[in-house]
């Protein structure tokens, strides 16, 4: 992180990685399988959290009470302690088209997974699809407003609360829906 900070992403060989890290470049890529990987590992990780949270939900759950299931074990992996270092990866990623290809990609696979897992569960892709949508923008909405808070408030008070707001909505959706059918 600090080499990407100081001399930027795009400029930052695995050499110099390996050599700040003491390890030879082939430790290094044993490790992770190019430099982008250093600032993305950990996506293995919140796919199976997203999965497990869907598939542990209680027997009889709604289809929202399912998706915060399985968005809410995501705030785990980012403690407070790691916090600094999100934000410095905050700074990163945009200076780097390769590294926003990479963040688009993780949050998809994350979607994905959710959506799967959500199907699985509800019966019905499509509105499991929506459902993940949904959910990991709010998970990333309220990821985002955690790494700009001065505060030393959990990630998951600002997840919970954007899952509010997502809740909400799609509540006031189907009541006006339902309303617009009556008349």
Known sequence: MELFAERGYDDTT???IADRA????TTLFRHFADKREILFQGQDE????AVKGVQDAAPGSTPLEIL??????????HTE???????????IIPTSLELQERAAFK???IT?????????????PHQASMLAD????????????WIDSDESDALIDHVSAVLAKVESALVGLAFSTLAMART
């Open 112 to 124: 994905d997974a959710l959506a799967g897992a959500l199907a699985a569960r509800l019966g019905d």
């Open 107 to 109: 949050r998809s696979a």
């Open 22 to 25: 003491n390890v030879t470049r």
């Open 81 to 91: 302690d790691r916090r600094q270092v999100r934000q410095r990866l905050a700074v």
């Open 134 to 145: 949904a959910g990991v923008r709010a998970y990333y909405d309220g990821y985002a407003t």
């Open 46 to 49: 919140l796919v199976d959290l």
């Open 68 to 77: 915060r299931a399985g968005i809410l074990p995501l705030c785990t992996v």
């Open 14 to 16: 695995a050499a110099q």
